[in-house]
């Protein structure tokens, strides 16, 4: 195959796939889901967690601030909603305004997904706690910019996925504040969400800090995302060279799809796509993921707008870079006008190979990295 193949995904074959296994799982589970509804009063993570583990439940939440004194965790078929909120809008990004809100004020980890079918909506998501393994020397944890300690990785998570497949849902879902990141471990759908000042502690850069950070294949979708101090949306690390079986793909057409986002003023990248799939040699790419971007809308991001190093099969598409009004906010551009950095670092990490990108609205950045052989630019 060439190097400057060109990487196709039918969004609209993986979309009709999904909403066909949807329609077969709601319409044999929907009997069996009992609902519980949990009073402002009560403790909301005691509740969860008391579920018996073969019961799917829906967990109705009201309008009012729940404080976690355990990560609450969500088994096979749980789905955790609050009452509907308002909608916003910011350019293509269309986001919930929940009413309930979960409060981590000890937790490492507010909500811990766990099995299969799950759901997450209209819940608010904040305060994860991270934390530093000061027993080790910062010289042996990756990109720690302590003088002591590492982060440990698990930790000031907002939303963990790790421990969920591809059939999870969340929407409209606020997740801010929190010490490491928003999502992580990302699997499923991730849409019609905000996500806002998710890494509070600079032990994590260059670790997990994001919004929404999976090593799966994933869709992110619709999604407000800003003044984020680490990326926005990173794929790092992909797994799929490991063997991952195929109820755990979180796509039914396959790969990573990051389309009609807004990734504003962080501090870092606004999309990344890195180091996919892991240890994956030039050409070798079955199994990998395939990764497309499409229709976001990129500004104001620290490092640059978006990021490909060492990483396959990736396509970028009628994405609008650079300077550029969304809704109503004027946004300046990404950082030394970059709009997208392409990259081989040489190493022993996955060769950069078959990156196709064509049809984005620059607004006078640039994109560097388009004459080397493993990548097309139109």
Known sequence: ?????????????ATAAFLLACATLFSSADAEVRSLNISCSEDVDAKINSDPQDTATRFVLQACTYEVSEP???????????PEGKIAEEGP????????????????????????????????????????????????????????????????????????????????????????????NAAGRITH?????????????????????????????????????????????SLSTEGNVPEMSSNPGGGTWVHDNVTVDSERWGIRYEYAPRDAQEGDHLPTPTFLAEDNRIAANGYGGASVVDAQNAEWRENIFGPQVIGKTSYP?????????????????????????HDNTLNGETITGCSLPAVTCL
């Open 333 to 357: 551009g990404n950082a030394n006008g970059l709009a997208m950095r392409i990259h081989d670092s040489g190493g022993s990490r996955t060769d950069l190979w078959n990156i196709y990108v």
């Open 193 to 237: 969400s905000h996500f806002t000042k998710n890494t509070n502690l600079n032990a994590f850069l260059g670790v997990n800090a994001s919004a929404i950070k999976g090593i799966r294949e994933f869709e992110a979708a619709f999604n407000y995302v800003h003044d984020e101090q680490g990326n926005g949306i990173w794929h790092d690390h």
């Open 1 to 13: 195959m060439s190097h400057k193949t060109k990487l196709v995904i039918s969004t609209t074959l």
């Open 93 to 184: 990004a269309i986001y919930g305004k929940p009413k309930a809100r979960l409060v981590g004020g000890t937790v490492d980890q507010v909500i811990s997904a766990n099995g299969s079918n799950i759901t997450i909506e209209w819940v608010d998501i904040s305060g994860a706690k991270g934390e530093i393994d000061y027993s080790k020397p910062s010289s042996s944890c990756p990109a720690s910019p302590l003088p002591s300690g590492c982060p440990v990785v698990g930790t000031g998570v907002g939303i963990n996925m790790g421990s969920a497949d591809g059939t999870a849902v969340v929407q409209y879902v606020n997740v801010h504040d929190n010490d490491a990141a928003g999502i992580a």
């Open 72 to 82: 609450a965790i969500l088994k096979d078929g749980d789905e955790l909603v609050g």
